[in-house]
């Protein structure tokens, strides 16, 4: 949340469009407009105002946060969305068979599917998610095996070149991931008929993305090593963006989460 006196000249109402993505990450302009009890058309006022001040950014239907280069602290995004990411979490778990090795990435919902797994039996845990093992650590019937490496304090994490390598060393029934943003790339794709000139069709295909190399590269050696490859993502993450792809969306056997729908 901004401080009041921090801001640059900008309304009350402006105030709270900004408190609310803020604790929500994304908020549709419908959504707002119904908060508040003004129009559409005034919503969208207020947020060129601050999409003209670099507070906010547009989205079609809709307005998140602005794009950063880096990922927010773990606490910060450990309060946003907390009902969709432990709803997430619940249904992940209830698909977990007793006995699996799991491998465990990075992310505030892969530390709540660690909460929930305290009724699962005879499992195998190997993360380089911190707070996920530390979680982990209070249950002696669920076996962790943690990564080395650098330890993130505002990330909860640890990374490292030797992080992918420990991954390797074991084969998982299910790989579980989150991250940063789920976007869409214009892909070409060339069609060529007999006899007919070739013709090059634009379409748009949606990857998991993070904000650094290394940390899709942890998650690309998760996925590489696990028989099923689960994914997280809570509505927040299609209106966010990141520039390191990890893996194309058809590449996983589940995605839990569902995609905020646009408003025009």
């Known amino acids: 949340m901004f401080e009041r006196n ?3 000249n900008i309304s009350l109402r402006q105030q709270q469009v900004i408190d609310l993505i803020s604790a929500q990450e994304y908020c549709s302009i419908d959504a707002l407009s ?3 009890g ?3 058309q005034t919503i ?3 947020i060129n105002k601050l999409c003209s001040l670099r507070l906010a950014q547009r989205h079609h239907g809709g307005v998140s946060l602005p794009s950063t280069l880096v990922n927010r602290s773990f606490l910060s995004r450990s309060t946003t969305n907390q009902d969709e990411k432990r709803a997430i979490a619940a249904e992940v778990v209830k698909q977990i068979p007793d006995g699996s090795t799991l491998f465990l990435g990075i992310g ?3 530390a709540l599917i660690a909460e929930q797994l305290v009724n699962l039996n005879q499992l ?3 993360t380089n998610n911190f707070q996920a093992a530390h979680i982990l650590s209070q249950y002696d019937h669920i076996e962790i095996w943690l990564t080395g490496g650098k330890l993130r304090t505002s990330d909860g994490d640890i990374i490292g070149d030797g992080v992918g390598q420990f991954f390797d060393k074991f084969s998982a029934d299910i790989g579980i991931i989150s991250c940063a943003a789920i976007c869409e790339i214009e892909q070409q794709k060339n069609h060529q008929a007999l006899c007919a000139p ?3 069709e634009v379409i748009f295909d ?3 993305m993070e904000h650094e190399l290394g940390e899709a590269q942890i998650s690309q050696a998760i996925l590489i090593g696990s028989e099923q490859k689960w994914l997280v993502a809570n509505s927040s993450k299609w209106h966010r963006k990141a520039n390191a792809k990890v893996a194309n969306l058809t590449q996983f056997d589940r995605v839990f989460g569902e995609k905020a729908p646009n408003s025009n």
């Open 6 to 8: 921090s801001m640059p």
């Open 38 to 40: 003004v129009t559409t």
């Open 108 to 110: 505030t919902t892969i």
């Open 44 to 46: 969208r006022r207020d």
């Open 124 to 126: 195998r845990v190997v």
């Open 206 to 208: 949606e990857y998991a």
């Open 34 to 36: 119904e908060h508040f």
């Open 198 to 200: 070739s013709s090059d």
